[in-house]
């Protein structure tokens, strides 16, 4: 069985990690350089970075903070934010990233991820989705780091995406992102059940429990959360503990 994986997240916005509730109310969390090394040290699975306004800001992302965080960490890294083509993905590659995350521009233009699958292998493809469930109980796909509402269903993405060659989804919910009051199990199970490329939950993580349902509920292959470890609400030793006492695999 493998083991279930946790990873921390480095929202950046002018250089600094910051934090949101439902993609609002951002505030700042620390230094992602320090931030990185630290989570690394306490014995994180991962690592991911988005840098949350490349693409609102229509600028790249920051190849040089990439490469400053990939020297202070030994885990596998993830970057997105601002990727629209091959050369942006070599870039992040040759600055240290091991995963390049997708999302607006891949939506955009689904060419781009079989693209990439086909250049640097499906493995190093992570499709992000930001989702919202609406009035009518559907799932939709947003855009834009979750300014603009698309009219396709979550699932039809992901589907598509994986079809298209995404190694791995990274599924974050709108509703439940900074609120702690539990990650979106019913989209997170669906997808991890239905598609044949690990899932990682995103948005609402705020106790030890919440990983235990998204990992048995929510059939996820890893957690993602982001203010609860940058603000030593919960720490990563203390959680891997609490959910191998809960009979889930986790790395030591």
């Given at each position: 069985?493998?083991?279930?994986?946790?990873?921390?997240?480095?929202?950046?916005?002018?250089?600094?990690?910051?934090?949101?509730?439902?993609?609002?109310?951002i505030r700042d969390?620390?230094?992602?350089?320090?931030?990185?090394?630290?989570?690394?040290?306490?014995?994180?699975?991962?690592?991911?970075?988005?840098?949350?306004?490349?693409?609102?800001?229509?600028?790249?992302?920051?190849?040089?903070?990439?490469?400053?965080?990939?020297?202070?960490?030994?885990?596998?890294?993830?970057?997105?934010?601002?990727?629209?083509?091959?050369?942006?993905?070599?870039?992040?590659?040759?600055?240290?990233?091991?995963?390049?995350?997708?999302?607006?521009?891949?939506?955009?233009?689904?060419?781009?991820?079989?693209?990439?699958?086909?250049?640097?292998?499906?493995?190093?493809?992570?499709?992000?989705?930001?989702?919202?469930?609406?009035?009518?109980?559907?799932?939709?796909?947003?855009?834009?780091?979750?300014?603009?509402?698309?009219?396709?269903?979550?699932?039809?993405?992901?589907?598509?995406?994986?079809?298209?060659?995404?190694?791995?989804?990274?599924?974050?919910?709108?509703?439940?992102?900074?609120?702690?009051?539990?990650?979106?199990?019913?989209?997170?199970?669906?997808?991890?059940?239905?598609?044949?490329?690990?899932?990682?939950?995103?948005?609402?993580?705020?106790?030890?429990?919440?990983?235990?349902?998204?990992?048995?509920?929510?059939?996820?292959?890893?957690?993602?959360?982001?203010?609860?470890?940058?603000?030593?609400?919960?720490?990563?030793?203390d959680l891997k503990?609490?959910?191998?006492?809960?009979?889930?695999?986790?790395?030591?």
């Open positions: 069985m493998l083991t279930k994986r946790i990873i921390p997240c480095l929202d950046i916005k002018d250089g600094r990690t910051v934090k949101g509730i439902n993609f609002e109310n969390a620390g230094d992602p350089v320090e931030l990185g090394a630290f989570y690394a040290e306490q014995g994180a699975d991962e690592l991911v970075f988005l840098d949350i306004t490349a693409t609102v800001e229509k600028r790249k992302t920051l190849s040089e903070l990439v490469n400053k965080i990939s020297h202070r960490i030994n885990i596998p890294f993830t970057v997105g934010g601002g990727i629209s083509s091959i050369e942006d993905v070599s870039v992040l590659l040759q600055n240290g990233a091991d995963k390049i995350s997708v999302n607006t521009a891949a939506f955009k233009n689904p060419a781009l991820i079989a693209g990439l699958a086909r250049e640097f292998g499906s493995q190093c493809v992570v499709l992000a989705i930001d989702t919202k469930q609406e009035a009518d109980g559907e799932w939709y796909v947003y855009l834009n780091g979750g300014r603009t509402k698309t009219d396709m269903r979550c699932e039809d993405w992901a589907r598509q995406a994986v079809d298209l060659g995404a190694g791995e989804i990274l599924l974050t919910s709108m509703n439940h992102d900074g609120t702690k009051q539990g990650f979106a199990l019913d989209i997170t199970e669906k997808l991890a059940t239905g598609l044949p490329v690990p899932v990682i939950a995103s948005g609402g993580g705020g106790t030890m429990p919440h990983f235990v349902e998204v990992f048995t509920k929510g059939k996820a292959d890893a957690a993602l959360a982001a203010s609860i470890f940058h603000f030593k609400e919960i720490a990563i030793p503990q609490f959910l191998r006492d809960a009979g889930i695999e986790v790395r030591h």
